[in-house]
C-alpha cells in the first residue's frame, strides 16, 4: 500500500499538534504539521490515518512497538518515509498546540528549545522490534485467553442475554446487514462490494468513523452507532438514525456532542466495544447476514484492540458467527449477476449462431439469392445506362 523510501529526512519541522487519543488528533492534523501522540504500540489503522494526513514527522511520548505483540503501525511509518521519534516521554505532552516543533535526529525542539530525546526509528530499527515480538507472542496469548475466560465468567449474562433494543427506523429482520468499521482495508472492501450493495440494498450500520468511509464511496448508512468520538459532524447529519452506544451503568459519553449539535439519537446500552454491540444488534434484531467490512478479524487486529477490548470481540464473534462473513470473502464470492465481458461473449455467441443457422438453411439461402438478384438488377439499371462524357 505504502511505497518505501530509500532515505528518509533526518530533520522535519511544523506546527505542532498535540493529543493523546490519535484518531482525535487526525481530525485536525495537516500537512507538514508535526503529530505529537501518547500511543503505545502503535496500530496499523492508527499509523494509516496518520499517513494520510502526511505529517512532517511523528513524536511518539511512547515506544511505539513495546514488544508485547508485532503491532505494524511503526513499520508503515517508517515505510511511508515519515519521521519517527518515540519512547520520549510523558513531558513532551506539554507542548503547546501550534508551536513550531522540529525534529534533529532523536531530538526534539519546541519554539525553538530542546524539550525531549527519544529514540529515532528506522525500517529496519523497527522491523527487527517487531519480528522480536513475534517471537513472544504467546505470552500474551495466554494473557488473551486468561482475559476472555474472565470476562466470559462475569459478564457473558450481558453479552448473551441481550439487553431491549432501542426503537430502529429501520427493520433488521430477514435483512442482509453490513457493518462497516473503518478500519484495516476498509476501502477496498467497501470498493470490491458495490455490486453487491447496489443489488442486496443490505441495511448500513456505521460504526463512528465508519459513517465517513461510507459517505467518501457515496454510501450513505442507515444507522450511525457508537461514542461518536471519531465521526465527522457532515457524517451525522447525513440523514441516518443515531444510537448512542451507552456503557453497562447508563454512562453515554457521545449523547453530549449530539445534545450539543441539536441532533435526534436513541440510547443502547450494552457491553463491549461499538463494533460488537452493532454486530450484536443486528444478530438480536434477526438479521440474515452480517457482512463485515474494515473489522477485527486476526489475531494481531485483536491485539490491537487492548485486552479490555479483545475478550467482547471474541465472544460477538461467537455468538454471530452461523451469519458472519468477511468482506473481503464476500468480494471473491459474489460476483455482479452480469458483467461487460459475458455479456459481448453472449451477444457474439448468439450472432454466431444465427449465422451458422441461417447458412444451413434452404429458405434463407432462397432470399438471400433473391436479395443479391435485386441488387445487382438495381446496380445494372442506375450505372448501366450511364453514357460516357
Not at 487526525?26 to 505529537?36: E, M, S
Not at 435526534?264 to 461499538?274: F, H, Q, R
Not at 432462397?366 to 462524357?389: A, I, K
Amino acid at each position: 500500500m505504502f511505497v518505501r523510501r530509500s532515505i528518509q529526512p533526518q530533520s522535519a519541522a511544523g506546527p505542532g499538534r498535540v493529543d493523546r487519543r490519535t484518531k482525535r488528533l487526525v481530525k485536525r492534523l495537516q500537512p507538514g504539521d508535526v503529530a505529537v501522540i501518547d500511543h503505545a504500540d502503535l496500530d496499523r489503522v492508527a499509523a494509516e490515518a496518520l499517513i494520510d494526513r502526511r505529517p512532517a514527522a511523528v513524536v511518539n511520548a511512547a515506544p511505539s512497538v513495546t514488544g508485547r505483540y508485532p503491532s505494524q503501525g511503526a513499520v508503515l511509518l517508517a515505510r511511508a518515509g515519515i519521521p519517527l521519534v518515540d519512547a520520549i516521554g510523558p513531558g513532551v505532552m506539554q507542548i503547546e498546540e501550534g508551536l513550531l516543533v522540529q525534529v534533529e535526529g532523536a531530538q526534539v525542539f519546541a519554539g525553538g528549545r530542546l524539550v525531549a530525546v527519544g529514540t529515532r526509528q528506522s525500517v529496519a530499527s523497527v522491523e527487527a522490534a517487531v519480528e522480536a515480538a513475534k517471537a513472544d507472542l504467546s505470552r500474551e496469548l495466554q494473557a488473551f485467553a486468561e482475559n476472555t475466560l474472565e470476562y466470559l465468567r462475569d459478564e457473558s449474562h450481558l453479552l448473551f442475554d441481550p439487553p431491549d433494543p432501542p426503537d430502529l427506523a429501520v427493520s433488521l429482520k430477514g435483512r442482509q446487514v453490513m457493518v462497516v468499521v473503518r478500519g484495516h482495508d476498509f476501502r477496498e472492501d467497501l470498493l470490491h462490494l458495490r455490486s453487491y450493495v447496489r443489488e442486496v440494498r443490505p441495511v448500513v450500520i456505521a460504526v463512528d468513523g465508519g459513517a465517513d468511509a461510507c459517505m467518501q464511496e457515496g454510501l450513505v448508512p442507515d444507522l450511525i452507532l457508537g461514542d461518536f468520538d471519531s465521526v465527522s459532524d457532515g457524517a451525522l447529519r447525513c440523514g441516518a438514525q443515531l444510537v448512542v452506544h451507552a456503557y453497562v451503568g447508563g454512562e453515554a459519553p457521545g449523547a453530549e456532542r449530539l445534545d450539543r449539535l441539536g441532533l435526534p439519537y436513541v440510547t443502547y446500552e450494552a457491553p463491549g466495544t461499538s463494533e460488537d454491540v452493532a454486530m450484536s444488534l443486528a444478530y438480536d434484531e434477526g438479521a440474515e447476514l452480517i457482512v463485515a467490512v474494515g473489522t477485527h478479524a486476526s489475531m494481531v487486529e485483536f491485539l490491537d484492540k487492548g485486552r479490555s477490548g479483545m475478550a467482547s470481540t471474541f465472544l460477538t464473534r461467537l455468538k454471530v458467527g452461523p451469519i458472519l462473513v468477511d468482506a473481503k470473502g464476500v468480494s471473491r464470492l459474489y460476483r455482479s449477476t452480469l458483467r461487460k465481458s459475458d455479456l459481448s461473449f453472449l451477444l457474439g455467441s448468439a450472432v454466431f449462431a444465427f449465422l451458422m443457422m441461417a447458412m444451413v438453411s434452404y429458405p434463407f439461402r432462397t432470399f438471400l439469392s433473391g436479395t443479391w438478384f435485386l441488387v445487382q438488377q438495381s446496380f445494372h439499371h442506375v450505372f448501366g445506362s450511364l453514357t460516357p462524357w
